[in-house]
């Protein structure tokens, strides 16, 4: 078996034991985590990665499109075509998430009995107040209607933020799964955490959604002209039970989505292109624009540590007391 040394920087999902890259990469590989890598799978939060001059892999859990001056390779939200270096493959998928799509392409086998347990009406489970303001403007919007069980940490009405988020839906008729914001193709793990739980997410963020997922399942806000629009569609499901049970009944996608054996052999190909292989320009103008952000990032790093420095001498100043 063909040994490869690794390293996973600037995001901590990348050393979890449910790591989706190293499952994939383990059928065919022995993976060796390096400090002195050959190849390194890198994301968003940090600048590690410009520490090293090999093959660099990015992936993004946000809204982020890949700079593929810095990177070799890269996967994330975007309906990117860029030869063999991008592919597709939202954060839904894959690490702790992995589970909670593949319960929800079975969401639509639910019974008789789950569904009448379902007695409670809406739920809004947030604790990012960093977003677009539609989302909190929703749901005090859909609360003055009938109350709307908040259990995150954000506008929090139920006591405290819940711990498990799947089964504190499934009590609920439907979930509110607003993203933080709107862009083709960004859908997050929130509408596939609602249909994990067998509930009708009210849905904006994404207005292309529908491309994949089956609008007959959930409520596409995007397809409506107001919230008293949205509101008469959810008391029309809410008061037909047949309406309800049906639109519960209907598969999460409306096309194929997700396709891991396309993700295994968009892995197998770079690290069967080898570690020499750069698909970065690593000459010129690219090598420049390389060593531009890597002193940029000790700049930052500089001015965040000497930021600390002040911090506490302004907090060990007697005259603060």
């Known amino acids: 078996m063909k040994s490869i040394k690794l390293k996973f920087v600037d995001w901590p999902y990348l050393v979890e034991e449910n790591n989706t890259f190293i499952e994939i990469l383990s059928k065919k590989y022995k993976i060796i985590e390096s400090e ?3 190849f390194i799978f890198y994301s ?5 990665h410009l520490k090293y ?8 859990p946000e809204n982020m499109v890949p700079d593929f001056n810095i ?19 939202p954060l839904y998928g894959l690490f702790k998430y992995r589970s909670q799509y593949e319960l929800a392409l079975q969401k639509h086998n639910i019974d008789n009995a789950e569904i009448l347990r379902k007695t409670k009406f809406c739920n809004f489970v947030y604790s990012n107040a960093d977003a677009d303001r539609i989302r909190t403007d929703f749901f005090e919007f859909l609360n003055r209607y009938k109350r709307v069980d908040s259990g995150g940490r954000l506008l929090n009405n139920i006591g405290g933020p819940v711990t498990d988020k799947i089964s504190f839906q499934r009590d609920y008729k439907f979930s509110i799964t607003f993203e933080n914001m709107s862009m083709a193709s960004i859908t997050s793990e929130k509408i596939v955490q609602a ?9 904006w963020g994404d207005p292309v959604i529908d491309r994949y997922f089956n609008e007959k399942a959930f409520i596409n806000v995007h397809k409506y002209n107001s919230f008293e629009e949205v509101l008469e569609r959810i008391k029309e499901i809410e008061n037909n039970p047949s309406l309800f049970a049906n639109m519960l009944q ?6 194929k989505d997700l396709d ?4 295994e052999r968009f892995l197998v190909n770079i690290f069967e292109r080898g570690p020499s292989d750069f698909r970065r320009s690593n000459t010129l103008r690219g090598k420049w624009y390389q060593d531009y952000h890597k002193r940029m ?11 600390h420095r002040f911090s506490l001498i302004k907090k060990l100043n007697p005259l603060n007391k």
Do not use: V
């Open 36 to 38: 002195n890598p050959e």
């Open 44 to 48: 968003d939060f940090g600048k590690e």
């Open 53 to 60: 001059d090999c093959i660099r892999i990015y992936y993004t």
């Open 71 to 89: 990177c070799d390779y890269a996967i994330g939200y975007h309906d990117i075509k860029f030869e063999d270096r991008f592919i597709r493959f």
């Open 195 to 203: 249909f994990a739980s067998q509930t009708i997410p009210i849905y």
């Open 250 to 255: 209907e598969p999460m996608l409306k096309n």
């Open 260 to 263: 891991y054996e396309e993700l």
């Open 297 to 307: 990032a000790k700049w930052d790093h500089t001015i965040s540590k000497w930021q």
